[in-house]
């Protein structure tokens, strides 16, 4: 089992940085795709980004390419996005995600957290 916490989230103004962690629990973490979503209210649970076990592979929606960067430390069993040049369009519940395999369908995804809220001003 694996139990998941956000952290970071706030409210903070256009064109300035932000970065979320999400804490870990459980000896699956190191093998585990790790990912994150956000949703607006009233949207569909939106992918923005994932990573492999090792790091050493991630991907992004087209959105947020360049900005956002999706990172691990498996030693801390933490995954972080780090979110640079934020919009208005950004303002969600952000969520993290554990799961066997990467995938941009949150359908797939065996584990959450329970999000934290990132608003971005205008």
């Known amino acids: 089992q694996v139990q998941l916490v956000e952290s970071g989230g706030g409210l903070v103004q256009a064109g300035t940085s932000l970065r979320l962690s999400c804490a870990a629990s459980g000896r699956t973490f190191s093998s585990s795709s790790m990912g994150w979503f956000r949703q607006a209210p009233g949207k569909e649970r939106e992918f923005v980004a994932v990573i492999n076990w090792s790091g050493g592979s991630t991907f992004y929606t087209d959105s947020v390419k360049g900005r956002f960067t999706i990172s691990r430390d498996n030693a801390r069993n933490t995954v972080y996005l780090q979110m640079n040049s934020l919009k208005p369009e950004d303002t969600a519940l952000y969520y993290c995600?554990?799961?066997?395999?990467?995938?941009?369908?949150?359908?797939?995804?065996?584990?959450w957290g329970q999000g934290t809220q990132v608003t971005v001003s205008s």
């Open positions: 995600a554990a799961g066997r395999v990467p995938s941009s369908d949150p359908v797939v995804w065996d584990y």
